[in-house]
């Protein structure tokens, strides 16, 4: 077998704060306890697949950059076979325990659905016996439903039956190949799910084709006997101006609507929360509130920029604020933190998919280190309460638990002729605990 481009690079270790090595990990410590569980439990890193080995630098304005060999190659399944080598050579260096790929990230497209899904099995066959011989295991799997032409008007929601079909029978095989390799998850990302213009949609349709999608996703779920989650990746826009999973909140909407509010979760990419005008603390909080929190794509956007860039996290404070939402919510379960982060044009040389990834992870485990030391600490959540405390009272309780009604809220209120006094928020006194937390 052909030595691939990461060969060369030993496996990066954790050497400490201290450690002046531009590749190793001060702050991952794979094996430290926190909390009660080793670091690497709690944050269930993954490296995604399409992002590190199927990106070739190109944006709207430029062609490619990263001209990886299996770009190259003329013969795409041999090319398919050379990537997976590389993508485990990559997966031994970062020693992180998962990754995540889409069909098409590991196989290419046929020229009919049954040479694609053939292809997708062989390749199958031999991330299989890649993983064998390496621990990196499978975070999630996923379709998709989004680059080939045929999508250009959506998978679930195009108003050609066909394309629904055909995208139902590629989820099905995905699901399919995700279970064979062991993976905790299942992602449904959108995509084109959503419209360019109202002008030529009947939304009410495409609703309720989604929501006929996702059934079929999760009945087949059951009937596999696939233990993973189903989550959705909720995005607001890009490439369409509008999409049906706008956000956290809509797709609980989606969710209830449908009956799946107990049977999906959601993958937050930090993002898809900027684009959606929030920030991912937000999402993050907001799934934790609906019992929606699955899974994390760990990015971050650009906001001078209006699109989607996918450039690898730097943000401490806004990770250290996820992170901690996160251990509120009572952690991630079969989620992870994966990296849908890639590499900026300029970055073309193996060694910068290294260093981004290596500062990737040390920042999220720096984040959740400090994260868990102002939940052990307790004054936050202490002050927090206190803001609430009043909620504790018999009166305030019977309204909570909906004892009372409207009358009788508004009797005993007037006979008791309260006047409330504003309360100080201590939003200033708060920013500063924090910031001298993660200081």
């Known amino acids: 077998m052909s030595q691939s481009i990461f060969s060369a690079f030993p496996t990066v270790k954790y050497e400490g704060e201290e450690s002046q090595s531009e590749l190793a990990y001060r702050y991952y410590d794979a094996d430290k306890v926190v909390l009660g569980k080793p670091l690497s439990e709690h944050l269930r890193f993954a490296v995604a697949y399409w992002h590190s080995l199927a990106m070739n630098g190109s944006d709207p304005f430029g062609g490619p950059t990263l001209q990886r060999p299996w770009m190259l190659d003329g013969d795409a399944m041999r090319a398919a076979r050379s990537k997976a080598d590389a993508a485990f050579d990559l997966f031994r260096i970062l020693d992180l325990p998962f990754f995540t790929f889409h069909d098409r990230d590991v196989a290419p497209e046929g020229d009919s659905l049954k040479d694609s899904l053939k292809n997708l099995q062989m390749m199958g066959d031999y991330l299989a016996e890649k993983m064998s011989t390496?621990?990196?295991k499978l975070l999630w799997g996923t379709a998709n439903l989004f680059s080939h032409p045929r999508f250009m008007a959506g998978a679930a929601t195009n108003p050609d039956p066909e394309v629904f079909a055909w995208s139902a029978t590629t989820a099905k095989h995905c699901m399919d190949l995700t279970k064979r390799l062991g993976g905790a998850n299942y992602v449904l990302w959108g995509g084109r799910e959503g419209y360019e213009t109202l002008l030529n949609t009947n939304m009410a349709q495409e609703l309720d084709q989604l929501g006929r999608f996702l059934t079929l996703v999760v009945d087949y779920k059951h009937k596999i006997g696939f233990e993973g989650?189903?989550?959705?990746?909720?995005?607001?826009?890009?490439?369409?101006?509008?999409?049906y999973d706008f956000d956290v909140a809509t797709v609980f909407g989606l969710l209830k609507r449908f009956d799946l509010q107990d049977k999906v979760k959601v993958n937050i990419e930090a993002n898809h929360a900027l684009l959606a005008g929030h920030s991912f603390e937000h999402e993050i909080a907001t799934a934790a509130a609906l019992g929606l929190l699955g899974s994390l794509d760990m990015n971050r956007g650009d906001p001078l920029l209006g699109w989607d860039t996918d450039q690898f996290p730097n943000d401490f404070r806004a990770i250290t604020m996820a992170m901690y939402h996160v251990i509120q919510a009572g952690g991630l379960g079969k989620g992870g933190l994966n990296f849908d982060a890639k590499v900026r044009r300029q970055s073309f040389e193996p060694e910068d998919m290294i260093h981004a990834h290596v500062g990737a992870v040390d920042l999220c485990a720096r984040a959740f280190l400090v994260a868990a030391k102002i939940v052990e600490d307790g004054r936050y959540a202490q002050m927090l309460k206190e803001r609430y405390?009043?909620?504790?009272?018999?009166?305030?309780?019977?309204?909570?638990?909906?004892?009372?009604?409207?009358?009788?809220?508004?009797?005993?209120?007037?006979?008791?002729e309260i006047n409330p006094k504003p309360r100080s928020g201590k939003q200033e006194q708060l920013e500063n605990f924090l910031g001298r937390m993660i200081l």
């Open 134 to 136: 390496h621990k990196t």
């Open 229 to 243: 989650q189903i989550l959705i990746e909720p995005k607001p826009k890009e490439p369409t101006a509008h999409q």
């Open 389 to 416: 405390s009043g909620w504790q009272t018999a009166q305030a309780q019977s309204m909570f638990k909906g004892e009372l009604t409207l009358d009788e809220i508004a009797s005993a209120t007037e006979a008791s």
